[in-house]
């Protein structure tokens, strides 16, 4: 019986998987900051359930002083038995810490925290997010990283690396509009 409700949560993790593969051939290209994230929850049964997928940040914020990403989370939640939840596709803000760049690449550290999942409290583990650049020669939102890079040089305030990480997601933004329309 385990073995056969790991394989119904190994069928629908694929098929999610597979749905977001579908979704990301639409937009092969686009740049974006990204995570993936687990998380794991008592069920019903006591026992321990898990939440696996990928988390797409979108903006940052301060919140109680600390840089926040807030971010798409999209994957499945099942519980000890392997019988799936159902499909996890909401928002999401973590505490970001650590962040560092470079003109080519941005890293930072999501904190673990606990959040609310289909009505479970689900408690994520610290997970590292990040955007590579690259794509053949010429880095994506080159002078957005490098900026961010040059900022974390120095001791700036919370609000001073949001805006700079907020500069860096309308520069990748910037760039899917602009491979969209051809230019």
């Keep these: 019986m385990k073995i056969c409700s790991l394989w119904v949560l190994t069928a629908l993790i694929a098929t999610s998987a597979g749905t977001r593969h579908l979704r990301a051939q639409e937009h092969e290209d686009e740049p974006a900051i990204t995570a993936r994230v687990h998380g794991t929850f008592l069920d019903r049964t006591a026992g321990l359930g898990v939440l696996s997928g990928d988390m797409t940040i979108v903006r940052f ?62 408690h994520f583990d610290g997970e590292v997010a990040g955007f590579d650049s690259r794509d053949g020669g010429t880095p994506k939102a080159l002078g957005a990283l490098c900026a961010v890079g040059k900022l974390l040089e120095g ?29």
Excluded: F, W
Aim: hydrophobic residues 45%.
């Design 61 to 122: 914020e301060v919140r109680n002083g600390t840089v926040t990403a807030i971010g798409r989370i999209v994957g499945a939640l099942a519980d000890s038995g392997g019988d799936v939840l159902g499909p996890v596709d909401q928002e999401l803000a973590v505490a970001v810490e650590n962040i560092g760049s470079t003109c080519n690449q941005l890293r930072m550290d999501l904190a673990s925290m606990d959040a609310e999942v289909l009505d479970t409290s689900v």
């Design 155 to 183: 001791k700036p305030a919370p609000d001073a690396v949001a805006r700079a990480l907020n500069d860096a997601v309308a520069a990748l933004k910037a760039v899917i509009a602009r491979e969209g329309s051809g230019t």
